[in-house]
């Protein structure tokens, strides 16, 4: 008995959780840490139901079936908190809802805003290679390729959501953004600048203030040289970008 009350009492905690998760407005990183770290924290405590069911199992041959039942729902319910809360912390996410105009090169857009005006956006966190620099000598092959293949990713689509860091601007006046190519936060790929990394087409960059996803953009780019995806895949790429 002792066993489900402290299984009963996880589930408690797990709902009260959730309950601060959804309360949670996401709008900056610090924020956007609180709620995962809820999220982190009812994973914990479902862990602790599980593990407690397993010791019930194990150790009283006279578990009864009633209590097993009652045991498993309780676990059961846990997944489903677990996912709510995931599901919660991802729709908090705040959009700024544009057209995309075209693409200007591999890391660069220009898009339509809902008030008429046309704004270049300069993807946060990547830097691809140069293809249209005012210096032409900058100028490659593979800012080429980077171009290529982030119009090739965009062609069929109309509506971009961008999401702002801590700056919005940089001092060419561009807007400064993660730009999702739907609004599902929850798989990472649905993010230009996370896709063009995932791909191979560029490298992770961090121009402070705005880090939220430096740690994810690395692992990405990692990823991506490891395995010769995309442009890792020439020497020549390597040697440009030192890595």
């Known amino acids: 008995m002792k066993h489900l ?3 009963g009492l996880s589930l408690c905690v797990i709902s009260s959780l959730l309950s601060s998760c959804q309360q949670t ?12 770290s809820i999220v982190e924290q009812i994973s914990d405590a479902g862990s602790a139901a599980q593990t407690i069911l397993e010791d019930l199992q194990n150790e ?5 079936d009633s209590a097993a039942e009652l045991a498993t729902e309780i676990v059961q319910n846990t997944s ?4 709510e809360a995931k599901n919660s912390t991802a729709t908090q996410t705040e959009f700024e809802e544009v057209s995309l105009v075209y693409v200007v090169d591999g890391d660069t857009l220009v898009v339509l805003g809902d008030d008429g005006l046309e704004y270049k956006v300069r993807l946060i966190g990547i830097d691809t290679p140069e293809s249209v620099h005012s210096d032409v000598e900058k100028n490659n092959v593979f800012g080429e390729d980077a ?7 965009l062609e069929n689509v109309q509506t971009l ?3 702002y860091d801590k700056q919005v601007t940089d001092v060419y006046n561009r807007t400064l953004a993660y730009v999702w190519m739907t609004p599902d936060t929850t798989d990472v790929s649905n993010m230009l600048n996370a896709k063009i990394l995932m791909d191979g087409y560029a490298i992770d960059k961090v121009y ?4 939220k996803y430096a740690d994810v953009f690395a692992n990405l780019c990692l990823e991506a040289n490891e395995n010769h995806t995309g442009l890792w895949q020439a020497e ?8």
């Open 25 to 36: 407005v996401i709008s900056d990183t610090e924020i956007s840490g609180t709620a995962s």
């Open 60 to 64: 009283l041959p006279e578990f009864t």
């Open 208 to 211: 402070e203030p705005n880090h």
């Open 80 to 83: 489903k908190l677990i996912e």
């Open 147 to 153: 171009s290529r293949h982030t119009k090739e990713m």
């Open 161 to 163: 959501y961008l999401e």
């Open 5 to 7: 009350i402290k299984m």
């Open 236 to 243: 020549g790429y390597h040697a440009l970008t030192g890595r």
